[in-house]
Every structure is written in structure tokens, then in C-alpha cells.
């Protein structure tokens, strides 16, 4: 016998993952505590999107979680979502996140971003100077 609320969760999670493939960034930030938490030990797909530390990221591609594959150390599987103004630190960012770096804000112009703004001959971040 299936336990109904475990078949009612899973049309809930699978609403959520639907609402937030049409979503923009800021609205997925807005929304984060509907993603639920990454952990080890779970198959994840490509376009899930899941809380880590004080971010969310989206799944790359599919695979089983690992203690040491966490969401801000593989930028192959993963990438953060960002709305709000955070330092940055190495990672891989998704087109349109805002970090600031060295005193200065820039936005992500590309998906997959693993480059330091404001790095010499890299032009994937946009320096926001109004």
C-alpha cells in the first residue's frame, strides 16, 4: 500500500520544479524556501534547483550527491543563483547574478560563469557603475 502524502509530495515538488523553470532569477531567490535542502546521498536531475548554505543552485547535470561534490566546489554540476549584491568567491554562476568584487558590482553576463570579474581579457561579468 503507497502512502498517500508521499504521492502528494511528489506533485508538490514536481509543481515547484515546474514553476521555477519559467522563473526569473530574482523571483527563485524570492521563493527559496520552496527548493528544498542539498544533501549527500540523493540522484538529483538537471534543471532541479536546491538550497546550500545561504544560496540556491540548479543542477547541471544529473548525478548522485556526494559529501565531497557540494554545490559551491563543482562548478560542473552546478550552478549558484544570485539576485542580491554577495561577494563573490570562486564558483560557477548563472547569467544575471550579482556579486561584488574588489570594491566593485558586476553581473554575470553568461550561464556557467567560473571567471573572476574584472579579471584581464575576461569578459564575462559587466561592471555596474550607476
Do not use: C
Not at 511528489?10 to 535542502?37: C, G, H, M, V, Y
Amino acid at each position: 500500500m503507497s502512502n498517500p502524502y508521499m504521492q502528494e509530495a511528489r506533485e508538490i515538488r514536481k509543481a515547484i520544479d515546474t514553476f521555477a523553470k519559467n522563473q526569473s532569477d530574482e523571483t527563485l531567490i524570492d521563493n527559496k524556501a520552496a527548493f528544498p535542502f542539498w544533501k549527500p546521498g540523493i540522484w538529483v536531475n538537471a534543471d532541479e534547483i536546491y538550497r546550500f548554505a545561504d544560496d540556491i543552485y540548479r543542477v547541471i547535470q544529473p548525478h548522485t550527491t556526494q559529501d565531497d561534490w557540494t554545490p559551491d566546489k563543482v562548478p560542473a554540476l552546478f550552478v549558484i543563483i544570485g539576485g542580491d549584491w554577495k561577494e563573490w568567491k570562486p564558483g560557477s554562476y548563472a547569467k544575471g547574478t550579482k556579486r561584488v568584487h574588489n570594491g566593485k558590482r558586476w553581473i554575470s553576463n553568461v550561464d556557467g560563469n567560473i571567471w573572476e570579474p574584472g579579471a584581464t581579457g575576461v569578459y564575462t561579468w559587466d561592471e555596474v557603475t550607476e
